[in-house]
Structure formats: structure tokens, C-alpha cells
């Protein structure tokens, strides 16, 4: 059974540009996580998806950042314009369980540099 | 204050040593989680639980509801081990909030 996929693995911009990240969950996985890690910190969840719809997004930043999973398949993140303090770890999770019960599988992550 | 904490933040040991991390969580749970994160690499599911013990291999996680409390035991440890691991839990409100991280060294 294929992981979670990632990718950009690694992405270095300038403050104000633009980035968008993509991931392809775990077939038949229903949840789909993004997460932001930044050093020395645990993940935080960023926006949840069941299916194509958005389940929690409390914490996104949505001045800046924006997340879509138009088919309920893979996503993508997107920064417009990022900022020094976006510089993290972005991680994408998917589950086969509804709402966050479940086990969740781990992508290997983008590390995103802004400098 | 953080749903999830953990102690210690920071441990070095000794090849061989067995090795104890903690986690206390203040909300209502479905399940905890125990998760490995090595330098560089993504994330790894090591343990789901909502009672008792589970254990694979040289690992044992345990977890006492009624106390709020789990432990991460790894026995005869390795410098293979040497990575952070991430408590997390699952909770009754299906949030999911995850703990700063316990940075393991295993010294040879």
C-alpha cells in the first residue's frame, strides 16, 4: 500500500512570494490533514478535510493561506504572500476514519524556508 | 495551558538504558496516540490506544484513563532509537491535539 505523498520535498522563496504544496492521501482515505511544524514544536493542524469538505479550519491564517481538495482525493496548500514566520515543516496526514478517531498516516513533509 | 504535555523535553541515554517518556492530557479522549519523528523525516505512527498495553517489539506504551497518563517505554535502547517522539491524543470532541515532542539521544 503506497504512503502519503508530498511534494515539493523542500521550497526556499522570498518573503511575499507565492507557494503552494500538494499531497496524495492514502487511497480511500476519507480524512485529510495539513499541519504546520514549526522547529521545536509540535504539529499544528491547520485544516481538515472529510471527503471535499472542510471540517475544522479555526486555525488557518486565511489572510494568507488557503487549502482545497476539489475531488476529495489529493490537496493542495497554498501561501500568497508568505511571511519570514511561515518558514516550518508542512505536513499532510490522511485517515480512514471519520474525524480524527483514527490512526493517522504521516506524509514525509515539505520543509518550506522563507527567507 | 497545553492539552497534551510531555516530559521530558529532552533526554540523552546510554546504549542499552531503558528509557521512560510521559505524556498527561486534560481533555476527554477516544485514543492516544505515540508517534516517532526522525531528524529530517516525517512522522510515524508507533502506538494507537485507549486502554490497557500495547507493545511491539522493544516498545511499550501503557495508558491509564482514569489518571490521564500514558508512558513510552523503550527497553535495551539503540541509537536507532535516537529520535523526537510525539504524544497525541484524539479527543471525545474529535480535535486533534498533539504534544511538543520528547527528543531522544541514544548515546553508543
Known amino acids: 500500500e503506497a504512503g502519503v505523498a508530498q511534494s515539493p520535498r523542500y521550497k526556499i522563496i522570498e518573503k511575499r512570494q507565492s507557494v503552494a504544496f500538494w499531497c496524495n492521501p492514502i487511497?480511500?482515505?476519507?480524512?485529510l490533514y495539513w499541519y504546520q511544524q514549526i522547529l521545536g514544536q509540535g504539529p499544528k493542524l491547520l485544516i481538515q478535510?472529510?471527503?471535499?469538505?472542510?471540517?475544522?479550519d479555526s486555525q488557518l491564517p486565511k489572510d494568507r493561506f488557503s487549502a482545497e481538495r476539489l475531488k476529495g482525493v489529493d490537496s493542495t496548500l497554498k501561501i500568497q504572500p508568505a511571511k519570514l514566520e511561515d518558514s516550518a515543516v508542512y505536513l499532510c496526514?490522511?485517515?480512514?476514519?471519520?474525524?480524527?478517531?483514527?490512526?493517522?498516516?504521516f506524509g514525509p513533509g515539505t520543509r518550506l524556508t522563507v527567507t | 495551558k497545553n492539552e497534551v504535555e510531555q516530559s521530558p523535553q529532552n533526554l540523552t541515554a546510554q546504549e542499552g538504558e531503558f528509557i521512560t517518556i510521559n505524556c498527561s492530557y486534560s481533555?476527554?479522549?477516544?485514543?492516544l496516540h505515540w508517534l516517532q519523528q526522525h531528524p529530517g523525516g516525517g512522522i510515524v505512527s508507533l502506538f494507537m490506544?485507549?486502554?490497557g498495553k500495547k507493545k511491539h517489539g522493544r516498545l511499550i506504551a501503557t495508558i491509564n484513563i482514569q489518571e490521564k497518563h500514558s508512558s513510552l517505554h523503550i527497553t535495551a535502547s539503540h541509537p536507532r532509537d535516537s529520535a523526537v517522539y510525539i504524544c497525541?491524543?484524539?479527543?471525545?470532541?474529535?480535535?486533534?491535539?498533539f504534544g511538543t515532542g520528547t527528543s531522544l539521544t541514544v548515546i553508543p
Open positions: 487511497s480511500g482515505h476519507a480524512t
Open positions: 497525541a491524543v484524539s479527543s471525545t470532541g474529535n480535535q486533534f491535539y
Open positions: 481533555v476527554g479522549i477516544s485514543a
Open positions: 490506544l485507549s486502554s
Open positions: 496526514a490522511s485517515s480512514s476514519t471519520r474525524q480524527g478517531a483514527g490512526e493517522q498516516y
Open positions: 478535510f472529510q471527503n471535499n469538505g472542510v471540517v475544522d
